[in-house]
């Protein structure tokens, strides 16, 4: 929340200066973000009145003015400014003002006329945008007064940081309540004098849907000029608080909701063409334009507001159209309602837009003050657009189904005990009273009625937040652990997701963050998922769903990438995926019937070697992969199975298989999602269980044998279907059990021949024995020989003659 730091000294002057004043806002919860100087640093610029304004004789966009700047002299001033006339009050800047950036201004003259000195824009000074024209300066103003003193420019800007549960200081009182419960200031609220009823005007009012309105307050004023000028000290107000000035009516509305967190709604009473305004719930198929031009489809989830029974007015968020206020209205129906919290929320994000009304309602606006600043706002109306012929309705206040206050107790040792210091309770009552709660003192348990703009009082812990906020946070002492603090070493035997990320970068991959919810698009392409877990309230309408696989996020930043002329690519991310599984119960990290394991997936794309000129350039395919893949396991060791899945080509993807459980998969992008997502070329990706990769085996020590290596060379034709690693796999395991092979080390492929036409493939190995003694003996290193050959042929492989 903007606003001017004058505004709200306005209702609370503390003894401070700026820095300490948003100290004591930060302390007590309201952290301030940002002071920034309404102008920045300029000098010599004065209150001026331009007396004679004629047109340069060598110039058509010139003129020549006269101007009196509160010396014994006008002075004359050449100036190019389109709205620039005779009596208006100007600011100039005289010989030797500094304008920002350190701009002197020195005599000159222009097309041979003399120039001494400068009017300026609002631009000029730093102060808006706005360089259309002189800024041209309310009436009032003393001529030959410093710019700075008579608009107020050495006033501050102050941004503050609200937490979702306070909206009551969604507004310049809301603040200073806080402010006069923190500083103990004297705290002047405005005052609300009931305005009296001239007249019996009245517009009928129906809450139908009373769970959604607990209470309309409206009223009638006729005979308004709306075309009357917002005065200067509410356009200042605004315009410091980030709203810009559209027209009086609209002005005011705007300024009671930043003064008093009062979000308001005006109609056009005679464009309201029913006999009644309704309250209800919206119906399927029913529409209603708003006054962002947005035409948008009701359904029972939303409010409306109804000119009879014809939506006008989405119920907390925005007005309608139809019966919009404009320079021409003379006759208003306010609104001042209150809507239930939870009947607002997730409304805006559904429409994908939000109002400061809505940001309001959703967190809760004081539902016991309607009437008074009914009265406020007409004030306002009032003396700003009133006129001789203005009439005023009386007050239709309809109180139906507010909340009820929250009688909260709170024991005072309990207080001591949580905030860890020693607070009298005579102090926590003194805060109370300060905060403005209603309070009951028994045997050191208070008894707290909250206020009707305190949403957030509901346990006894928000009253021990309020006593350790108003005590001050920073009184609580640092206390230093009083145990011994060790640091407990990681086992050996595993690693943790950290270890992972580093060792994809130091191959070359960078990290994705993504959205666990994507499109559901991408989990019918990727993973062939037509019942994913759809979200009850998205963030945006296209990620409505929870992925249960990772390589669609990948495929989307690779496409943007390309899209900006990134030739290669190398990206993971890690992650959770929500996979359906009744198994799961509910517990403080899961949720039932919904399984989230930490994944990791990477893609490849591009040259697989870059831009070089040491082998010749080819496309990363799946065995690049697949060896990234093998480097991520080790220092344990994966089998690759193929395997088909919706995402990957059939004929190019394995499952990732470890100690016999599938833990992924590797493969190249099916060609159809590659024509899809307009990729070049297909990437390859992966995706493994992060669990499965914190374990490793843990080093040992092994002797370095003293003797030589023996090998031994085997061929083997094979049938078709009986793959390599299946072939190895039967000879290790032979070696765990078979006395034959104790000093087998392994067992490598080093030739393939498989003659044209012909299923069978020939293979040759070469097995190595390592000896650890010197009685190992040729006859030894046979016997291990047929030991292997035993193990192939159990596979079906038959040993070539």
């Known amino acids: 929340m903007l606003f001017s730091e004058s505004w709200l000294r306005s209702y609370i002057d503390p003894a401070m200066d700026t820095d300490a004043l948003c100290e004591a806002m930060t302390m007590a919860g309201l952290e301030v973000e940002e002071v920034a100087p309404v102008a920045p640093a300029f000098s010599g610029i004065v209150v001026a ?3 004679t304004c004629v047109d340069h004789e060598n110039s058509d966009h010139l003129h020549v003015c006269t101007v009196d700047v509160g010396d014994a002299e006008p002075v004359q001033i050449v100036c190019g400014a389109p709205n620039v006339r005779a009596g208006v009050l100007v600011p100039c800047a005289k010989i030797g003002a500094v304008l920002p950036g350190d701009f002197k201004i020195k005599k000159a003259k222009m097309r041979g006329v003399e120039s001494f000195g400068m009017l300026c824009s609002a631009r000029e000074l730093g102060i808006t945008e706005d360089h259309s024209g002189l800024w041209i300066l309310p009436e009032g103003l003393t001529v030959g007064e410093d710019i700075r003193t008579a608009c107020h420019l050495d006033d501050k800007k102050i941004e503050i940081k609200l937490t979702p549960n306070r909206g009551d200081a969604l507004s310049l009182i809301g603040v200073a309540r806080d402010l006069h419960a923190v500083t103990g200031a004297e705290l002047h609220m405005p005052a609300m004098d009931e305005v009296a009823a001239t007249c019996q005007c009245k517009v009928p009012v129906e809450v139908e849907a009373t769970d959604l309105c607990g209470r309309f307050t409206g009223r009638v004023i006729r005979g308004l000029n709306a075309k009357a000028e917002t005065p200067q000290w509410m356009k200042d107000r605004l315009e410091r608080s980030g709203q810009r000035s559209i027209n009086a009516l609209v002005d005011i509305s ?28 919206a119906r399927e198929g029913e529409s209603c334009t708003l006054l962002n031009g947005q035409t948008v489809q009701l359904d029972p989830y939303f409010g409306v507001v109804c000119d009879g029974d014809t939506p006008e007015c989405l119920a907390g968020i925005m007005g309608g159209e139809a019966s919009s206020i404009s320079l021409e209205t003379t006759d208003l129906f306010i609104e001042a309602a209150f809507w239930h919290q939870e009947k607002i929320q997730g409304r805006c994000r559904r429409l994908n837009f939000s109002t400061d009304a809505a940001h309001r309602f959703e967190r809760g606006v004081d539902f016991g003050s309607n009437a008074d600043h009914m009265h406020y706002i007409t004030k306002l109306i009032v003396d700003i657009c009133g006129t001789e012929a203005t009439k005023i309705g009386p007050v239709d206040d309809q109180i139906l189904n507010v909340p009820q206050q929250a009688k909260v107790q709170m024991r005072a040792e309990r207080a001591r005990k949580i905030i860890g210091m020693p607070i009298e309770t005579s102090m926590m009552a003194e805060c109370f009273t300060r905060l403005g709660f209603e309070f009951t003192l028994e045997d050191e348990v208070f008894t707290v009625t909250s206020p009707s703009y305190r949403f957030d009082i509901q346990i006894e812990e928000d009253l021990i937040e309020e006593v350790a906020r108003l005590y001050g946070y920073e009184k609580l002492p640092d206390v230093p652990p009083m145990a011994e603090a060790k640091m407990i070493m990681r086992p050996e035997g595993s690693r943790i997701a950290h270890d992972i990320r580093m060792q994809l970068a130091d191959m070359g991959y960078q990290e994705l963050i993504n959205f666990s919810f994507v499109p559901e698009a991408w989990e019918t392409d990727f993973a062939a998922n037509d019942n994913p877990i759809r979200l009850l309230n998205p963030i945006a309408s296209q990620l409505s769903v929870m992925r249960t696989q990772m390589i669609g996020g990948l495929v989307d930043i690779l496409k943007y990438n390309l899209n900006r002329k990134v030739a290669s690519a190398k990206l993971f991310e890690v992650g959770r995926i929500f996979v359906r599984d009744e198994s799961v119960v509910t517990t403080e990290w899961s949720v039932k019937g919904v399984r989230q394991p930490v994944r990791v997936a990477g893609l490849l ?3 697989a070697a870059g831009e070089q ?3 010749k350039a080819r496309l990363v395919d799946f065995f690049d992969g697949k060896g990234d893949v093998e480097r991520l396991i080790a ?4 089998q690759f199975v193929a395997k088909a899945f919706p995402a990957l080509h059939p004929g190019r993807s394995a499952a990732v298989m470890m100690d016999g459980v599938e833990v992924g998969f590797v493969g190249e992008l099916h060609p159809k999602l590659q024509q899809a997502y307009g990729l070049p070329h297909a990437p390859i990706v992966f995706e493994l269980d992060m669990a499965a990769l914190l374990t490793i085996d843990v080093p040992w020590h092994t002797a370095v044998s003293k003797f030589q290596p023996i090998q031994r060379d085997i061929s083997v034709v094979v049938p078709a279907g009986v793959s390599y690693e299946a072939l190895q796999k039967a000879v290790a395991d032979a070696a765990q059990n078979d006395p034959r092979l104790a000093t087998f080390v392994s067992l490598n492929l080093f030739d393939l021949y498989r003659p044209e036409g012909v299923t069978e493939a020939s293979l040759a190995f070469r097995m190595t024995l390592q000896p650890m003694s010197d009685d190992f003996t040729g006859e030894d290193a046979d016997n291990a020989l ?3 050959i035993e193990a192939l042929e159990a596979t079906g492989a038959v040993l070539r003659k």
């Open 49 to 51: 009145r331009v007396l």
């Open 254 to 281: 705007n300024y009671v909701m930043l003064e008093l967190g009062r979000p308001t709604h005006f109609f056009d009473l005679n464009k309201l063409k029913g006999d009644k305004v309704v309250v209800r719930w």
């Open 605 to 607: 794309y591009g040259d």
């Open 613 to 615: 000129w040491g082998e």
């Open 635 to 638: 220092p344990k060791t994966a």
């Open 786 to 788: 047929s030991a292997a």
